[in-house]
């Protein structure tokens, strides 16, 4: 047990008991079970006069498919801090059925780093999802009713962007028709189903500061254009009400904990390859009044999720982060020096596992472009080598020495998968001492810059592109969405993980090379345009092996395998 100023660790506690520790009253807190529970509407204005805490960002380099351990390494590093007698609490995303049951397995972390309960947050949750899933496809049922029945506002039906959803992988529905063989009169319509975590209404819910403001974003949601060539919105179609009932109790963030017992706040759960990736503003904002510290990760790599985590949920929040940890692995590095093929995406080249360090020095380019690109926000960087039991000491000395010679203020290695805090507490450490002086926080680009200058500045500056190629229909919609009145929203873009490029194939650090856009969108109520680069879908496949062909549940109502 930690006897010094942190939250306890090594205890798991019940919903109630872990309620208590962080200081509120049975009335703030709805238990959903033992283990889990929603926090009551309204309590981010009840604690506002508690102080803010430090805003620590977690993000990681260009990933192998199999990922770097970047949930381990944020929940370990808040019960690390725990370990040194810092107040710290994680706040993380909801993990998606998609990946789940596709290529990645379970979200909670992992090994002696994982929340608890596990299963639960894995699957159903709390049910915020399933809400996100059935308020997009309720309005999709109402426009199509709203569309045959030819109410007022009229829609154009060519004009229609709503979008169904679904919490699952189906290439199957990356393109639809629906309304066929239905009687004389109904509407058929071509239309598609995104990924739920690439839906407007999770970005909303993720972005929302308060129930009033969800209910705000939703109306503002934009599904078409009328015969007068005008947005409509969800509030002329007099659907808001119908979305917030669905949603009233998805906006409440949820309490869970982390197998150490430190809390956890897990909500909304964007990706950040195809949406803005990032939990949700409303459980930062609780958290950072309940804790010296709160550790949020945004997904994938730097380009991905911390560009968005900057330029979209911190101008949305108004919030600002304090230190950013940059995670790494010899593994990633040695992929990203392009001498070793994947033959596929569910497992690593066995090379990867042996000591390379001519290898680990070429791909380090890709370590120092995140880098370089995370410096343009004016934040101290801290890299998280996430140690491998294959990694040598000579590797880890190697990216600690090349870390630092590009620009990093610390450098730490962590074994939280393996050691739990204990794993963490070089880590911890570096996070407090980085966070010393305060950041000189600035956004990439200003409101007022156009919908194009953005894209370049965000393919130039952060992807290292020589600049931004706008098929024919790109450059429709964006200007019809500057004609509309929302030239000043920031840009979301859309694009593969592997890379900092639109390719996934081109490792290191990519150069000589222009960001193709095939698509724009508006999310209106969510507050960007979302910019589609390469080949990228928003309704991901299923691999040539399922991870759901692994899952069982045995005679005791075990689930297993499904981590």
Known sequence: MNDRAGFPLGEIRRIDALRETLGLREEDLEPYGWYKGKFALGLEERLAERPLGKYVAVTAISPTPLGEGKTVMAIGLAMGLNRIGCRALAALREPSLGPLFGMKGGGAGGGRAHLVPAD???????????????ATNLLAALLDNHLARRRTPLVEEGSVTWRRCL?????????????????????????????????EIMAVLALASNLGDLIGRIGRMVVGVSPEGTPVTVDQLQATGALAALLRDAVRPNLVQTCEGT???????????????????????????????????????????????????????????????????ARALKLHSGQFALQNRRSLPPGLSREDLPALRAGAVNLHAHLALLRRFGIPIVVAINRFPDDTDAELELIRELAREA???????????????????????????????????????????????????????????????????????????????????????????????HDPHRLGRPTGFRLPVREVRLAAGAGFLYALAGDISTMPGLPSEPAALRIRVNASGTIQHLH
Not at 120 to 134: E, K, M, P
Not at 167 to 196: H, Q
């Open 120 to 134: 639960d947050i894995n699957l159903h949750f709390t049910g915020d999802i399933h809400a996100v899933s059935t």
């Open 167 to 199: 919490d699952l992988c189906d290439r199957s529905l990356r393109g639809v028709e629906t309304g066929r063989g239905d009687a004389a009169g109904w509407i058929t319509r071509s239309t598609a189903f995104d990924l739920a975590p690439a839906s």
């Open 263 to 329: 809390p956890a706040l897990v909500h909304a759960g964007p990706f950040a390859n195809i949406a803005h990736g990032n939990s949700s503003v409303l459980a930062d904002r609780i958290g950072l009044r309940l804790a010296d510290y709160i550790v949020t990760e945004s997904g994938f790599g730097a380009d991905c999720g911390a560009e968005k985590f900057m330029n979209i949920k911190c101008r949305a929040s108004g919030l600002t982060p304090d230190v950013v940890v940059l995670v790494c692995t």
């Open 407 to 501: 620009g990093a203020d610390e450098v730490a290695v962590s074994t939280a998968f393996s050691d739990g805090s204990r794993g963490a507490e070089a880590l911890a450490e570096a996070v407090v001492g980085a966070g010393a002086p305060p950041a000189q926080f600035r956004l990439l680009y200003e409101d007022s810059l156009s919908p194009r200058e953005k894209l370049e500045r965000i393919a130039t500056q952060i992807y290292g592109a020589d600049g931004v190629d706008l098929e024919p229909a790109a450059r429709e919609q964006l200007d019809r969405f500057d004609s509309f009145g929302y030239g000043r929203l920031p840009v979301c873009v859309a694009k593969t993980q592997y890379s900092l490029s």
